[in-house]
């Protein structure tokens, strides 16, 4: 009996359908295998540069948590993990110790010598120096050079010397100022060095007209 009201279902478009999402679906699986395993190949790789590479052996730190808790630093092919439990003590002393302004920078090879503070600290790296044996001859400012060679001013000139006395001579016990001189343009200052009581020489000072400390010159010096 015919039923010509009877609409017929697309049997053949759903089965086509279905096909093509079965295709669709294996290929998108196909994708994802293709994709994980280049990550997988990828990170094999990496790790296996890291373990051959020498560079990265032994410095490569990790962090590990000791049974009670504490961080404790450890290198990969550590064998002992006492060796690596924080000490709390000497971080809070290092610490303190960076934090201080008047720390001494570390690339100082050496401490500075009584000369090197005489030249570049009171006298500012202005002045030549002239030497007899091992002793300090003469201080002059060298004429000529500018402004970046002016006179510095040096308020107390004995208290210079007794400061720097064993640049001058050996084994002096005392500086003493003496009867000095001046003229329109420059004024001298002698001062004795005094060794058993006795003068083993003289340090003759020149100022400028300004008062500014201009040369030095040590008389009779002994060795």
Not at 55 to 66: A, L
Not at 145 to 158: A, F, S
Not at 163 to 172: N, R
Not at 178 to 197: H, P
């Amino acid at each position: 009996m015919d039923r010509p009201n009877l609409i017929q279902f697309p049997v053949e478009k759903t089965r086509k359908s279905r096909e093509d999402v079965s295709v669709q679906l294996s290929i998108n699986s196909l994708t994802d295998r293709r994709r994980i395993g280049f990550v997988l190949s990828l990170m094999s790789v990496v790790m296996m540069a890291v373990y051959l590479n020498p560079q990265t052996q032994g410095n490569f730190d990790v962090v590990r948590y000791s049974a009670d808790g504490g961080r404790m630093i450890a290198s990969v092919n550590a064998t002992d993990e006492a060796l690596f439990i924080r000490n709390e003590d000497l971080e809070r002393h290092l610490a303190s110790e960076l934090a201080k302004p008047s720390r001494i920078p570390a690339s100082v090879g050496r401490q500075p010598t009584s000369e090197d503070l005489l030249r570049d600290e009171d006298l500012k790296s202005r002045y030549r120096f002239e030497y007899r044996d091992r002793f300090i001859s003469k201080i002059f400012l060298p004429e000529g050079q500018g402004l970046d060679y002016k006179p510095v001013e040096i308020q107390d000139r004995q208290r210079l010397l007794e400061k720097y006395k064993e640049l001058f001579y050996s084994d002096v016990e005392a500086v003493e100022p003496q009867v000095g001189s001046a003229d329109s343009n420059l004024r001298e200052e002698t001062y004795a060095f005094i060794k058993n009581k006795q003068v083993v020489g003289r340090a003759r000072i020149t100022l400028d007209r300004y008062g500014s400390f201009y040369s030095l010159e040590i008389e009779n010096q002994a060795n």
